[in-house]
């Protein structure tokens, strides 16, 4: 075992716990591309705490096409995760919203009232990586004019977005979640400067794992070791532990 491994091994980490609250991660069972069963749910909501995280509201897809997940089945099944995570003695809570995709399905959800916001205030969204929703700025209009504050996820991924593109965004009220993986350089160094420039220049309003399985929790941990990075995110106002 490294002397990095033996210093932060099952040792609450200074960064998350001053986040406190994760609001982007994919950790109930079978439900889309994160946690397959339930064991690897309670396996990585122990994790989380042992970290320091308190409390993670967790976003599964909602894709209509690969995960046409209903919000009563989210919910149903959030109160399952937690049932299990009090019998096993955890104390991190859980609560479950969602990560809507801003695809053909998402309007008639929006007009149905069929969404769960996070917070009772918060939509989370995203794009496709390859090519932005048409129109996405009149839909940013339609989540507000239900009563909601739309929350782009990792708006650093979408490589055909600008820095001007993410300043109008927000100009317009959408406020922008950036992950954490991004700045370690998981998905590459051009996602890792934009991150990092988002944060930079105060665009950022939360801070995401976007957490799918385990090699995420053990590449956000690696956060810890660099005093840039933990500088970085702690000279920033996030809305995190406002959740
Ligand atoms: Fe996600």
Redesign the pocket.
């Known amino acids: 075992m490294s002397l990095f491994q033996r210093l932060f091994s099952g040792k609450t980490h200074r960064i998350f716990k001053w986040l406190a609250t994760d609001m982007?991660?994919?950790l109930l069972p079978g439900i889309d591309d994160g946690s397959p069963d339930m064991p690897t749910t309670m396996e990585y909501l122990t994790q989380l705490q042992e970290i320091g995280y308190q409390k993670v509201i967790t976003?599964p897809?909602v894709m209509r096409e690969l995960y046409p997940n209903k919000a009563a089945d989210i919910k149903a099944l959030a109160a399952k995760v937690n049932e299990e995570a009090v019998a096993a003695g955890l104390t991190i809570k859980l609560e479950a919203s969602a990560?809507y995709m801003l695809d053909d399905g998402f309007d008639t959800l929006l007009e149905n009232d069929q969404l769960i916001p996070i917070a009772n205030r918060y939509i989370l969204i995203?794009m496709s990586y390859v090519a932005p929703t048409l129109n996405y700025e009149n839909t940013i209009f339609k989540i507000q004019a239900q009563g909601f504050i739309p929350i782009l996820?990792?708006p650093e991924r979408y490589n055909y977005l600008s820095m001007s593109d993410f300043e109008r965004i927000k100009s317009l009220g959408c406020l922008l979640q950036v992950n954490l993986l991004s700045l370690t350089g998981y998905y590459g160094k051009h996602t890792q400067a934009i991150g990092q420039q988002l944060i930079q220049q105060k665009h950022a309003s939360f801070l995401?794992s976007?957490m799918?399985h385990n090699r995420h929790l053990e590449a956000i941990k690696e956060i810890s070791s660099s005093g840039k990075l933990v500088r970085l995110i702690e000279n920033t106002e996030w809305q995190n532990s406002k959740l």
């Open positions: 982007h991660s994919h976003t897809h990560e995203e996820a990792h995401g976007d799918h």
